[in-house]
């Protein structure tokens, strides 16, 4: 069974809006990470949050992390029709991770 | 530095034959996961190898094995295919001090 699930499962926006995708997860973790697929094609690696953190930063991108709520949230920031992809939340512990079903971004010139 | 690389990246099998893909890590990286994406069930963990052993094993039949080498490099071994082994077969590298697994392009397998 799926441990993480994306919501909303598909998400479209104008360019230049701001995209937030949520996650919610099951049992205990030491880490969760996000990945930005196209096309099919391989994962790339968006950020890691740990399970002592709350939030955490890079570049356009901002993760929260709520270890109480099992649930964790992407916020993409002034986006752009590039970072049309899915998005998949990874939960894991050592270097097992459990995926959802992940959301689909449009960004719409 | 390379990423993770993996051959070869597409695949096409019948029903019975045995298939190996092959998944080099990123240099340094002594941690090799394997990962089946399909559109039904989509990402599942396969197994995780560290310095020649396996230390996690998902829910996979024993058709799916794996192994790695003492340059980390790891194979992955599926006999008996079925046509539900269609997948995008996807391995993962990370060094011993980090979590951060750094995914390679993928091998797409079809099952005819």
């Known amino acids: 069974s799926q441990q993480g699930e994306e919501d909303p499962q598909a998400l479209s926006i104008q360019e230049g809006e701001n995209a937030t995708m949520n996650c919610s997860y099951k049992?205990?973790?030491?880490?969760l990470q996000w990945y930005r697929q196209n096309s099919g094609r391989g994962l790339v690696h968006l950020i890691l949050?740990?399970?002592?953190?709350r939030e955490k930063h890079s570049g356009r991108l901002r993760v929260t992390l709520d270890t109480s709520k099992k649930s964790s949230s992407l916020l993409i920031t002034a986006s752009r029709a590039a970072d049309t992809a899915s998005y998949f939340c990874?939960?894991?512990?050592?270097?097992?991770?459990?995926f959802g079903s992940g959301t689909q971004l449009t960004v719409l010139p | 530095k390379a990423g993770v690389t993996q051959t070869p990246r597409y695949l096409i099998k019948t029903r019975g034959q045995q298939v190996t893909l092959s998944c080099s890590p990123i240099?340094?990286?002594?941690?090799v996961s394997w990962y089946q994406q399909t559109p039904g069930q989509g990402l599942q963990f396969l197994f995780e190898?560290?310095?020649?052993?396996?230390?996690n094993k998902g829910n996979f039949p024993g058709r799916f094995s794996g192994r790695q080498f003492s340059n980390s490099r790891s194979e992955m071994n599926v006999s008996t295919l079925e046509l539900g082994d269609s997948a995008l077969y996807l391995c993962?590298?990370?060094?011993?001090?980090?979590?951060?697994?750094?995914f390679g392009p993928g091998t797409r397998l079809t099952v005819l």
């Open positions: 049992t205990s973790i030491n880490n």
């Open positions: 949050i740990r399970s002592n953190e």
């Open positions: 990874g939960a894991g512990s050592a270097r097992q991770l459990t």
């Open positions: 993962a590298s990370s060094s011993a001090t980090s979590n951060e697994q750094f």
């Open positions: 190898y560290f310095s020649e052993t396996q230390r």
């Open positions: 240099s340094g990286h002594r941690s």
